[in-house]
């Protein structure tokens, strides 16, 4: 299982600073299903919700509503499958929706060896504060956008 644990300091004009923590954990079918992925360069967009609510892109897609499994992710980034290359909606241990279609970044990308799957993880986690997985079909390489990085 992955734990993502982000710790800040709020400065609350009334109250002083106070302490934020958000947790977000990642199911543990995840990380074998994204090392796979990765390893046989199938490109993946994984999007997990977090507090926003992401009804609005998952509308693009397939409804899903299946408990996670690596087996069934895999599926769905299938070279081939009708869902290979949109994103896969996560939330909690199920998955929502696939082959959503998500905003491409506005931010001036400099780096030419990026992707549209790249854009649209920059793009959704400028617009959300949902944490997005992406494995590149070129290079296999796994990289993760939130808060407009990547």
């Given at each position: ?17 106070t302490?934020?923590?958000i ?13 796979f ?5 199938i ?10 609510p ?12 299946a ?23 996560v ?8 082959g959503?279609?998500l905003p ?21 986690s ?9 494995v ?15």
């Open positions: 299982m992955i734990i993502k644990i982000i710790d800040s300091t709020i400065a609350n004009a009334n109250t002083g600073p302490r934020s923590h947790l977000t954990i990642i199911d543990d079918d995840l990380p074998p299903s994204v090392e992925l990765s390893s046989n360069k490109g993946a967009l994984i999007v997990i919700e977090q507090k926003a992401l009804e609005e892109y998952s509308e693009s897609g397939i409804q899903i509503q408990n996670l499994t690596s087996e069934l992710l895999c599926s769905l980034f299938w070279p081939g499958s009708p869902t290979h290359d949109g994103a896969v909606i939330n909690g241990n199920q998955i929502t929706t696939a959503c279609l491409l970044t506005r931010s001036k990308v400099t780096d030419k060896r990026l992707g549209t799957r790249h854009m649209s993880a920059i793009g959704i400028e617009e959300t504060d949902a944490f997005i997985i992406v590149s079909e070129e290079t296999g390489t796994i990289s993760v956008a939130e808060n407009g990085n990547l």
